[in-house]
């Protein structure tokens, strides 16, 4: 019974170049949330979707940023031509039918940008 | 602006001992209210909640209560393993149409000595 997996759990790159973050939620979820942890803060809301769908993307940067949750496959988070202030902990969380359910984490992705 | 104040970056108690931690928030619209843990390399795990229409929920050696008046909440866990050595965040959610979004605080570092 697999819980929320992520990967990779480690990611380096060098400035300018693209992050790919992936999130497979547990078996049955259909929403899909990422969480943005910087160091020394909480973990803060970025995106929610459903399948195929952004329900809620007011947490991401506007730029450089996107989201999505194909009808197959992992939940993908993008970022495109990464900045150092973008090195942080991407935390993943899963829940089932309806959005006020428990929400489970992932184990994250630290990105640390050069 | 931070929605959600966990004051003690750290706390330290003895196994056996209780262990108080505490949560003030600002926002009124917030209805529902989480403790997750978090140990090292792991994701955040649910631990406990409530709702702003009771006080006090309590399960097993966790026990929540919530102050709406003073806008504040406290995590008590008595008596205190060592296994409970984490990072335990405050978290609450919105009422209304946005309730996906969790807001956490920034932790609190528990550590329980033998």
């Known amino acids: 019974n697999a819980g929320v997996m992520q990967n990779p759990r480690h990611l380096v790159r060098r400035r300018g170049q693209e992050a790919r973050l992936r999130c497979s939620p547990m078996?049955?979820?259909?929403?899909v949330y990422w969480y943005r942890q910087l160091p020394e803060e909480g973990l803060k809301f970025m995106v929610y979707?459903?399948?195929?769908?952004?329900?809620?993307e007011s947490g991401m940067p506007k730029e450089r940023f996107s989201a999505e949750f194909p009808k197959e496959g992992p939940s993908i988070l993008r970022i495109q031509q990464v900045v150092r202030g973008d090195s942080a902990a991407y935390f993943c969380?899963?829940?089932?039918?309806?959005?006020?359910?428990?929400?489970?984490f992932g184990p994250g992705t630290r990105l640390t940008v050069l | 602006d931070q929605q959600v104040k966990q004051n003690s970056p750290s706390l330290s108690v003895q196994e056996g001992r209780i262990s108080i931690l505490n949560c003030d928030y600002t926002?009124?619209?917030?209805?529902?209210f989480l403790w997750y843990k978090k140990y090292p390399a792991e994701g955040p795990t649910f631990l406990i909640s409530?709702?702003?229409?009771?006080d006090k929920n309590e399960d097993g050696r966790f026990t929540v209560f919530l102050n709406k008046s003073a806008k504040h909440l406290s995590l008590h866990i008595v008596p205190s393993q060592p296994g409970d050595s984490a990072v335990y965040f405050c978290?609450?959610?919105?009422?209304?149409?946005?309730?996906?979004?969790?807001?956490f605080g920034k932790g609190t570092l528990l550590t329980v000595n033998p």
């Open positions: 978290v609450s959610r919105n009422s209304g149409g946005s309730n996906y979004k969790l807001t």
């Open positions: 926002n009124s619209m917030f209805d529902y």
């Open positions: 409530i709702s702003s229409i009771k």
């Open positions: 969380a899963s829940s089932s039918g309806t959005n006020t359910d428990t929400q489970y």
């Open positions: 078996k049955g979820h259909s929403h």
């Open positions: 979707l459903q399948k195929e769908n952004i329900i809620d």
